[in-house]
């Protein structure tokens, strides 16, 4: 096992580190930089509780290695909250009451900050077609479904870019 | 003024505390603990369903790097900690000694620095099986040639069976039966209700720590009892209980999986005490799924007699209960089937008699609740799918007969032929407005229409009642622990609010809602009132959430507490105010003398006073704490309307709409409320359509993990419509029943009712969940209904 000197741009800071080659990239974001706000819920990639955003787009992050990671640029939850003004994403949650016990949202919300990057308008399908990939088992998706709009409307209506790291979208 | 203050109290839609820290990645779950120094342990786990243990040898992964230590169930058998008692006095094996009795099986507990050295360490350990004959189905397990699975307490139980229960009228019953096979109708069928797993997205683990120098374990636990958790490792580890502390911090879902005590919090623990260091033990999906506490496995047969215009008389019910390898069922001790025996639901049976037969097989061990109280979803399941197969035999509108057989209003509070006396309810009430909802009528008539071109359209109804919010301590327990629960209140000296309970949430909203009851009792704004839970070393004493108990046993502990604040406080406002206590009137946030309102003292005013100028006769300082036993149980209800269009040419069940009326009583906070209603009729969802554990002959688990368990995610799931209806609880402080697991409990019966329906008119009576597209299709080509 060879050990491969990583950096890597995480919500705007360089992170520098020696990782394994078996190293997964939620458990050095978790374990090794103490972000913890990143979850782990499966080992079959199913549930979509790691999601990050790498490069821009919604990315399991136990389905990619550290060394995989070198070079790039990520955000996680711990990136939406700006100059401590929430994202409208965490705003929906809130309002909308689209969490419960909180281990599936950040994941579920940076799905659906790539999900708006790319489709700043979505249908009520369209962000169910979006989300499929992470599980919730509190809230039965219908308030998840409203936050996301919420989040949408607020976006667009401000116009505002929303945060991205790197390129942004697809 | 006082009513300007008094915001959100109860019945308004606060928004939640707790989402402050979740929306920013700030919760903190017991994988987020980390320790300096802290190692971590993985298990070792059995391949085979059934098998003898040769031999176990460490030596290649003491090797290891990284490895620091293995320990093996000869190991823990030396300290007297091979075998833990479960929930319903049995024995169960923390590392198997000589022989695994499941697939997943702990054998080993490895310890290392890091997750992946620990699992290196796994795979290292050599362990020699000799396997042995398997028993998956719990019939087989009653044949007079099974092994016997436990021969370590053949002793006391000589057979597979755990135990024969019966409840109920049997001559009475019997002779119900007679009558109605003479002069009424008699309706029979047999049910399935699947192994499923309560799978909360995050699963179970533990951070132990142990400090030899204070002989202090502290131990971060998914658990949904931390107190009763507590008391049990003191007693199994022989600790001094005031030594231990649990906590239970942010948990990532329950839902009853986070209520036994599993091994690998037993290994971390004896981890820890040997190493000095804290040692981290979180186990993968797969593990969760394949090793921890599944629900129901209930083999049911049931049996209605009826007059022949419908009226029920008799209900008569035999179940083959499969408990695994060890019987962990998590129940009461006076209740070794939970709370089936509400088996009678909403309607007025004057018999009934239920027995239970509990066995043993090579499968995991469990038992627990997924999402419900001790075994009520799979009696409302039984009820609700009877009803529908006698309307059914009786060529009736399912509606109909509902309504002529249910409990009516002024019956309650009602005794059942099984011995609960339910509290209140307006069964026909919520009823007739699921149907108004969706207007009934109008789609049977669409029904029709459709049946006529050939498409299939059914309508499902479940109208069920819960039982929940355990004690009375008299009856419930866990452990020998009675069932009651708690609230402490610190009135600080400037009118804010700490208070704390001994129920612990895992999603629920605890920390908003016990805030709500407060501040409605003592008239200020929750935003001063901040909740705390999950720490036993300052949370009074506690049973946990589970069984929908906290609202209905903590919540009134709480409202208690908060009114022996309120009555403190009059005490001093007399004194301000140089009037007696009988001279006082309340309103919310403020005493006042009566006839003069402009003289009061504010809550806050007395919280101060009670620090700096407290009457001379008084303890000084403003709190108080409640021990809530409650005098009875809580009877939730609702009805449920489900419309399901389904596909001929793939078998796969479209629903099209869900009309859910629930009814808990007093509602504290509406939003809390829904988001739990919307989340239980998804997990109602779930083993209607998709969940179910399945075995091969072999006792291979199938469906271990998230690729082939199927739990739903936002495609399956529909968009869910709400109503509701208002019956206050007579007992209850403030009215409330508890409603985190109604809609699970009653939205599986709706579906598959629905399914039935839709199928009803080529003679289909039932069809066992999961209900999944090959099971309808191999119906439809059966009946010669499949289209491209």
Redesign the interface.
């Known amino acids: 096992m060879s050990t491969h000197h990583i950096s890597v741009t995480i919500n705007g800071t360089i992170y520098e580190g020696d990782v394994d080659s078996r190293m997964l990239l939620v458990h050095w974001i978790r374990d090794g930089l103490r972000l913890t706000g990143t979850h782990i819920g499966c080992d079959t990639s199913a549930c979509g509780a790691c999601t990050i955003l790498v490069d821009g787009k919604a990315t399991k992050s136990c389905t990619m290695f550290a060394v995989q990671a070198d070079g790039r640029q990520i955000m996680t939850v711990e990136g939406l909250e700006q100059n401590d003004k929430l994202h409208p994403l965490q705003e929906g949650f809130h309002e909308k009451h689209a969490l419960q016990c909180g281990y599936c949202t950040p994941g579920m919300m940076m799905t659906s900050l790539a999900l708006l990057q790319r489709n700043p308008n979505p249908s009520e399908h369209e962000i169910r077609v979006g989300i499929s990939g992470n599980l919730c088992r509190c809230t039965g998706y219908v308030n998840i479904v409203k936050a996301i709009q919420y989040a949408a409307d607020k976006m667009q209506a401000s116009e505002q870019v929303p945060v991205t790291a790197g390129e942004g979208g697809e | 003024m006082a009513t300007e203050v008094f915001k959100h109290g109860l019945g308004e839609p606060y928004?939640?505390k707790?989402?402050?820290?979740?929306?920013?990645?700030?919760?903190n779950?017991v994988?987020?603990v980390?320790l300096p120094g802290m190692l971590y342990g993985d298990i070792v786990r059995s391949p085979y369903a059934h098998a003898l243990i040769k031999n176990v040898d460490i030596s290649e992964a003491m090797k290891v790097p990284g490895v620091v230590a293995v320990i093996t169930g000869k190991d823990l058998d030396a300290a007297g900690l091979a075998w833990m008692p479960t929930l319903s006095a049995d024995t169960e094996a923390v590392l198997a000694l000589d022989r695994v009795h499941f697939q997943m099986q702990e054998v080993a507990f490895v310890v290392a620095t890091s997750?992946?050295a620990a699992a290196d360490g796994v795979a290292a350990v050599d362990v020699d099986y000799e396997p042995l004959k398997v028993i998956v189905d719990p019939k087989k397990a009653l044949d007079p040639d099974a092994p016997l699975l436990r021969p370590d307490k053949k002793d006391k139980q000589p057979t597979n069976q755990i135990y024969h229960w019966e409840t109920g009228d049997r001559a009475g019953t019997d002779a119900a039966f007679a009558e109605a096979e003479a002069n009424g109708v008699v309706v029979k069928q047999d049910m399935f209700i699947p192994r499923i797993h309560p799978?909360?997205?995050?699963?179970c683990g533990c951070v132990a720590d142990y400090h030899k120098a204070t002989g202090k374990l502290t131990v971060w636990l998914t658990s949904q009892a931390p107190h009763a958790h507590r008391t049990l490792f003191a007693i199994v580890a022989g600790l001094p209980e005031h030594r231990i502390r649990i906590i239970s911090p942010?948990?990532?879902?329950g839902?009853g999986n986070k209520v036994p005590i599993y091994p690998g919090y037993v290994c971390a623990v004896v981890a820890s005490l040997t190493t000095g260091k804290p040692v981290k033990w979180i186990e993968?999906?797969?593990e969760n799924i394949s090793s921890t506490g599944f629900g129901r496995d209930y083999h049911i047969h049931a049996e209605i007699a009826a007059d022949k215009d419908g009226t029920v008389q008799a209900l008569k019910v035999y179940t083959l209960a499969d408990h695994g390898a060890f019987d962990a069922a998590a129940q009461p001790t006076k209740f070794p089937a939970g709370l089936f025996h509400i088996c009678t639901g909403s309607y007025d049976f004057k018999h009934a008699f239920v027995e239970v037969d509990a066995v043993h097989t090579n499968k995991a061990p469990g038992g627990i609740a997924y999402r419900c109280s001790f075994r009520v979803t799979e009696a409302s399941y039984l009820i609700e799918r009877m009803m529908d197969t006698l309307a059914h035999d009786l060529g009736k509108d399912p509606a109909q007969l509902r309504l002529q057989n249910f409990i009516q209003p002024e019956a309650f509070p009602y005794r059942s032929a099984l011995d609960w006396t339910f509290d209140s309810g307006n069964y026909e009430g919520a009823l007739k407005l699921a149907m108004k909802n969706v207007d009934y009528e109008g789609l049977r008539r669409e029904q029709a229409e459709k049946r006529a071109r050939g498409e299939l359209m059914g309508i499902g109804i479940s109208s069920f009642t819960e039982i929940v919010g355990a004690g009375p301590g008299k009856h419930f327990d866990i452990a020998g622990i009675q069932m009651f629960d708690s609230c402490e209140i610190r009135v600080h000296p400037t009118g804010k609010i700490l208070a704390r309970i001994g129920v612990q949430t895992?999603?629920?909203?605890h920390e908003t809602t016990f805030a709500q009851i407060i501040a409605a009792e003592l008239g200020m704004s929750p935003d001063d009132v901040d909740v705390e839970h999950g720490d036993t070393d300052t949370a009074p004493y506690g049973l946990g959430t589970y069984a929908s108990r906290s609202t209905p046993v903590a919540g009134a502990a709480t409202a208690l507490a908060a009114r022996k604040v309120r009555d403190k406080a009059k005490k001093i406002a007399a004194y301000l105010l140089e009037v007696g206590e009988e001279d006082l009137e309340w309103e919310p946030g403020r005493f006042f003398v009566k006839g003069a309102p402009g003289k009061g003292k504010t809550i806050q005013e007395l919280a101060f006073a009670a620090y700096t100028n407290c009457p001379p006769y008084l303890e000084p300082g403003l709190e108080a704490v409640n021990y809530y036993d409650p005098p009875n149980l809580t009877y939730p209800f609702g009805s449920y309307i489900c419309v399901v269009d389904i596909d001929r040419g793939t078998g796969q069940v479209h629903i099209r709409r869900f009309m859910a009326v629930d009814d808990c009583g007093t509602i504290i906070n509406p939003?809390?409320v829904?988001?739990?209603i919307?989340?239980?009729?998804?997990?109602g969802l779930a083993p209607a359509l998709y969940e179910e554990i399945t075995f091969d002959d072999n006792g291979n688990i199938l469906t271990g993990?998230?690729?082939d368990y199927l739990?739903p995610?936002?495609?399956e799931?529909p968009?869910?419509e709400t109503d509701k209806t208002v019956t206050p609880s007579p007992h209850h402080p403030i009215g409330a029943k508890g409603v985190g697991e109604s809609a699970t409990v009653g939205a599986p019966q709706a579906i598959a009712n629905a399914v039935v329906d839709a199928l009803a008119h080529v003679g289909v009576r039932h069809i066992d969940i999961p209900i999944s597209p090959w099971k309808v299709w191999a119906i439809l080509n059966e009946k010669g209904l499949t289209a491209d």
């Open positions: 928004k939640r707790e989402d402050a820290r979740f929306i920013r990645g700030q919760g779950y994988d987020d980390m997750r992946y799978a909360p997205i995050e699963t942010d948990l990532g879902g839902f993968d999906r797969s895992q999603g629920q909203g939003m809390i829904e988001g739990q919307h989340g239980g009729l998804t997990q993990n998230f690729q739990i995610t936002s495609m799931t968009h869910w």
